[in-house]
């Protein structure tokens, strides 16, 4: 199947939160990686203050050797949240 669905991200209530949908994880195990950053993009439109969407793109953005970006990308997710980021 792939991973070009319309469906981007899903909503976790009890957080009340956005979280990156597992599509995005999905297109990361499966080598999509440019449909893996549409995902977290969506991801973070929705939120902008999302570090776990601005992590998970800084490794996909990585496997596509955009380094520049995933080191801004990184460094974004890094200023929204310091202590909860896990690489």
């Known amino acids: ?8 991200i899903w909503w976790q209530a009890e957080e009340d939160k956005i979280i990156a ?7 990361l195990t499966k080598g999509e990686y440019d449909n893996a ?4 993009n969506k991801a973070i439109e ?3 203050n999302h570090a776990d ?4 793109k800084t490794y996909a953005l990585s496997y596509l050797k955009k380094y520049d970006e995933a080191i801004k990308c990184f460094d974004k ?3 929204i949240n310091s ?3 896990s690489v």
């Not at 949908?21 to 297109?27: A, K, T, V, W």
């Open 1 to 8: 199947m792939k991973c070009s669905r319309l469906y981007f």
């Open 21 to 27: 949908s597992p599509l995005g994880n999905d297109c």
């Open 37 to 40: 950053i549409v995902s977290f």
């Open 46 to 48: 929705k939120k902008e």
């Open 53 to 56: 969407a601005f992590v998970k």
């Open 77 to 79: 997710a890094i200023e």
């Open 83 to 85: 202590v909860g980021i």
